[in-house]
């Protein structure tokens, strides 16, 4: 039974997680996510790319605390609410806002952390929000990869201020969201990873690039990543006009492939296109025209891509449409063209016929089951220590799953919650994003007056990872 659920809840976050990225001009867009082999893995890290109008596309990414079956049902409603922001308003901080009310609303999501971005390839710029989450990695030609500054400190549901910040994305600059925390260490260290990975135009090596070096490097667990580099310089449309006779349908295809690659289209749309095109060539090399040397026995091929990524080629003759036969074995050249796009229209008149292709294209994304590197530090497990009435000490790694052994001491120290309570976090190595959950939520019910309860105090080390956490969380402490 264990198995089957294990296999159900990876399942489930495979579905969570987009299969493809679309191909877009402008911007160039490549997405990978890992995961330990290890069954009972699955976590609530997700990512989303959302196709905007006028050429824009938003990119989202974030981690609902904990793993396992429920908290990847969370992630995918956090995922959903904001894309339906995003589509709604297409604004950062709008969609940001429709999260965390959701999130206020449900103790299920409390506690996620988020980073939204919309980038205007046209225009040339990128605005971005975050809530408790890392902001996106910025690598440029001329100077060193940095991790930009965060704009919002507490995750969803903290009630903490959403703030976006706008900049310029110039040609050649990549953008990279990753699901690694400024908490757990590994944030700054994958500016490093970037530099040594990055493959200037090819924004598919990179990505694959970044992601083998940082699971060898520096993460242990899921990883998920998103790329956008913006393009140096736009293709140009397709227009080819193709006399016809002997070689008409191969110049056809080879300039076809030739454009599709410079719009970088991966092998599988290529070959979809390639030979739907190449069917309705030959249609038109076999029945267009009564006599090839006509002046006017020619096929012009047009294609172009528009904002959705959607390519959309053309085949235009100017013969005499010929009445389909009855014979069923005929017609099986623009059987298979329909078949191997999204969408084929015909249309004739006096002047020709004109056969439109469309086909939305798009890049994988891979998902990679990796086992957990040996020569990575494990996690200190947590320890709790009772040092007196009302004071309680912490050390290791505070995570989601320490939940109940963190609460019924604190009930044991507080003699019920009735005495106040001193929680020392100064031993405390890292807290996760599960562990943020659970400190605020000690936190928050301890301030609510209503609740009649006594007030629980965390103390840390200035400067330590815990108190970057909490400050970042938007979580009450003390620092000495």
Request: hydrophobic share 45%; aromatic share 2%.
């Amino acid at each position: 039974m264990t198995d089957d659920i294990d296999d159900f809840t990876a399942a489930l976050q495979d579905l969570v997680l987009p299969a493809s990225v679309p191909v877009l001009p402008g911007i160039d867009l490549a997405a990978r996510f890992s995961v330990p082999a290890a069954p009972g893995e699955a976590t609530g890290a997700w990512f989303d790319v959302v196709v905007l109008r006028q050429g824009r596309v938003a990119l989202t990414m974030g981690q609902v605390p904990g793993s396992g079956l429920a908290v990847v049902a969370s992630a995918a409603a956090v995922s959903a609410v904001l894309r339906a922001g995003l589509l709604d308003q297409e604004d950062v901080e709008a969609a940001l806002r429709l999260a965390d009310a959701y999130a206020r609303a449900s103790t299920d999501v409390r506690g996620t952390s988020a980073v939204v971005v919309v980038l205007d390839p046209t225009g040339g710029r990128l605005c971005y929000g975050t809530a408790g989450h890392s902001a996106p990695l910025m690598a440029v030609s001329a100077g060193p990869t940095h991790r930009l500054p965060r704009t919002g400190t507490g995750p969803l549901g903290s009630a903490a201020r959403i703030v976006s910040a706008e900049l310029a994305m110039t040609p050649g600059a990549l953008l990279v969201l990753d699901s690694t925390t400024e908490a757990d260490g590994t944030a700054t260290a994958m500016a490093d990873v970037l530099d040594r990975s990055r493959v200037e135009g090819d924004v598919s090596a990179t990505c694959e690039k970044f992601t083998r070096l940082a699971e060898v490097d520096v993460v242990r667990g899921p990883l998920a990543v998103v790329l956008a580099e913006a393009r140096a310089a736009d293709v140009a449309d397709l227009d080819l006009e193709v006399p016809l006779g002997e070689g008409a349908t191969l110049r056809a295809r080879r300039a076809l492939e030739a454009w599709l690659g410079s719009l970088g289209v991966v092998a599988m749309d290529r070959l979809s296109l390639s030979h739907a095109t190449t069917e309705l060539v030959a249609n038109a090399v076999e029945h267009a025209y009564a006599h090839h040397d006509e002046p006017t026995a020619a096929v012009r091929v047009t294609g172009r891509q528009d904002d959705t990524g959607e390519v959309v080629v053309e085949v235009i003759d100017h013969g005499q449409w010929r009445i389909p036969s009855d014979d069923v074995t005929r017609g099986r050249g623009l059987a298979m063209a329909s078949g191997l796009v999204d969408d084929l229209t015909v249309s004739s008149d006096a002047d020709g016929t004109r056969a439109r292709l469309r086909h939305r294209v798009s890049r994988s994304v891979p998902v990679d089951r990796v086992p957990l590197t040996s020569d990575l530090p494990f996690a200190e497990p947590l320890a709790v220590t009772h040092t007196a009435l009302g004071s309680l000490r912490l050390s290791g790694v505070v995570g989601h799953d320490d939940l109940d052994e963190i609460t019924y001491a604190l009930l044991l120290a507080s003699r019920g919650r009735t005495q106040p309570v001193d929680l020392d976090l100064t031993e405390v190595s890292d807290i996760s994003t599960g562990g943020l959950r659970v400190l605020d939520e000690l936190v928050r019910t301890s301030a609510d007056e209503s609740a009649a309860r006594a007030p629980v105090v965390l103390h840390v080390r200035r400067g330590s990872t815990p108190q970057a956490a909490l400050e970042r969380a938007g979580i009450d402490h003390r620092a000495s």
